[in-house]
């Protein structure tokens, strides 16, 4: 496998917005929110809302929830600027907060690509198992989300059995969506089997909601499973994916106000019911294509937009979750690779710190392909050696090494080559760097090809730490785990 890059390097190089431009959306957010509102039918919502001082009225029937400034400020400095999400092993913690980055996979796609036949079929929970195998030995994806939606298994058990296959295939953290409130005690009755009590400092597992139905109305159904959520103190993500030209303005500028209103909405909404709760501003825009209203990705506005999200949620000082590796292509060809390339890096470089879809998505995040994992992780890795940076001290100036060598000597053989070879360049796993005779020695393969066998090598021989044999025992008898 390629050199990891460790996780959590700080970012913040790409800036796609001034200052004064942040502000400005930071202000017309305030202004959609005072003026405009968002729509709230939930009951139990709309109380909370009330209770909290926003003001509720009823508009051509229409329940209208608008927030002051006032309230949308004290709110946010409620919420935790350092948020972190645990692994089932310590070392794969997650530090969120300040710029730090951490890339991994992405969810809900339909599809997956046979990783025998190579065809297209529907995604099952074996595929959800083995690509949380796969994740679990690449070492640049930080973190494993639900990856496709298992359509072999009864509905009424999607939720546990998705999260249970992630979690007892990686000791990296696990996140997943869950539509359902009634679901929520039960995954977190999950958790803490596994972690032996509470969870409440080092989570395994934290809940993706997409509360949001863009253009500002809050989802009644994911809103139920938010407030479970929020009242068990676990990490919640706040996801709002507003579409420019379909369910946000067409211009950059106008999704990233509507989105920033969104969040900001919904991070008054999780302090008020319980505050200090543990919050993610999770804002992913995209946009349409003008010819057909299709989804799109793979643009450059894509990765654009999703690094803006970063500066937006630095300046309120709470960590954010976005976009990133998303393509348009339906295989893993050069344009999945210079479509995902730009948008991963621009993340990166933000400071964004929890960059899902990074590995993995094909079609507009239709699909998923185990080999296209393999790539992802090492245009991940190069991405992080960016975010790293060039480190300048005394050692790597090497001043006392450049007058040691000379004029005209090498430094080929000396210690400070040594110290730094295995550390200073990225060491990728799949490109070849032979000279043009060696390659036609060895034969050209297709990088899908290697990619592929690099999967098929980790899925015979990588064995993720086990759950406990008993409490896996338990979890079973308690709950249909198929």
Known sequence: MSREIKKGFSGGQYKPLSAYDVGRIHETAFRILD?????????????????????????RGEKIVRISSELVEAMVKSAPSKIVLGGREKENDLVLEGTRVHMGTGGAALN?????????????????????KLADALGNIHFFVRPCIAQDIPIEDLVVNQFYAGLSNTTKHVMSGCDNAEKVEEVVEIAELIAGGEVKDRPPLSFITCWMDSPLCFASNVTKALIEVVKKDLPVILSSAPIAGLTSPITLAGTLVQLHAEELSGIVFTQLINPGAPVVYGGIPSMADMHNLRYIAGGMEFGMM????????????????????????????????????????????????????????????????????????EIIGMAMRGV???????????????????HGGDYLRSKHTRRHM???????????????????????????????SKVKEVLDTHTPVEIDPEVDRRIRERFNIL
Request: glycine content about 8%.
């Open 35 to 59: 003026e405009i509102g968002v729509r709230v039918e939930l009951k139990e919502a709309l109380d909370i809302f009330e209770r909290g001082g926003a003001e509720v009225e009823v508009n």
């Open 112 to 132: 997956v690509i046979d990783i025998d036949s190579g065809e297209k079929r529907k995604g099952t929970l074996r595929d959800i198992a083995d690509i949380a």
């Open 306 to 377: 999703n690094a803006a999200i970063s500066q937006l949620s630095q300046s309120i000082g709470l960590p954010n979750y976005n976009s990133a590796g998303i393509t348009d292509a339906a295989i893993p060809d050069i344009q999945a690779v210079y479509e995902k390339a730009h948008s991963i890096c621009q993340c990166a470089l933000s400071g964004s710190n929890l960059i899902h879809h990074a590995a993995g998505m094909l079609e507009s995040m239709l699909t998923v392909d185990y080999g296209q994992y393999v790539i992802d992780n």
């Open 388 to 406: 790293r940076g060039i480190e300048v001290n005394e050692d790597t100036e090497a001043l006392d090494e450049i007058k040691r060598v000379g």
């Open 422 to 452: 295995r550390t200073e360049f990225f060491e990728p796993m799949l490109a070849s760097r032979e000279e043009r005779e060696d390659k036609d020695k060895q034969g050209l393969r297709d990088i899908r090809e290697l990619a592929k």
